[in-house]
């Protein structure tokens, strides 16, 4: 069974930056898509960034670009998301995502769910 634990999140000025951890385990990854999702109050779950495990190929939000980098470590089977330069929009609940998936911007895509770590940017 596979099973995503998040940490990393708290409250930051805006400007600040954060990172997020995503420990993995139950299984291997090899082949699998790691994604970061977030979710504001009211709001859909939304695509942050997501990385290949096997290839470390990344793909990121325009919202985000040139502001978080997503990473991956094989030995620790952890997924990372460094947060730099926050902004008030991006306060959220923020959420780990792992599957076999084509499609790794689509959140319905994804079996597999962390419990979401909080961020919070202010002003």
């Known amino acids: 069974q596979v099973q995503l634990v998040e940490s990393g999140g708290g409250l930051v000025q805006a400007g600040g930056s954060l990172r997020l951890s995503c420990a993995a385990s139950g299984r291997t990854f090899n082949g699998y898509s790691m994604g970061w999702f977030c979710q504001a109050p009211g709001q859909e779950r939304k695509f942050v960034a997501a990385?290949?495990?096997?290839?470390?190929?990344?793909y990121y939000a325009d919202s985000v670009k040139g502001r978080f980098t997503i990473s991956r470590d094989n030995a620790k089977n952890a997924v990372y998301l460094q947060m730099n330069n926050l902004k008030p929009e991006d306060t959220a609940v923020y959420y780990c995502a792992a599957d076999r998936v084509l499609y790794l911007t689509d959140a319905s895509k994804y079996d597999y769910w962390g419990q979401g770590t909080q961020v919070t940017v202010s002003s």
């Open positions: 990385i290949r495990w096997t290839a470390g190929t990344t």
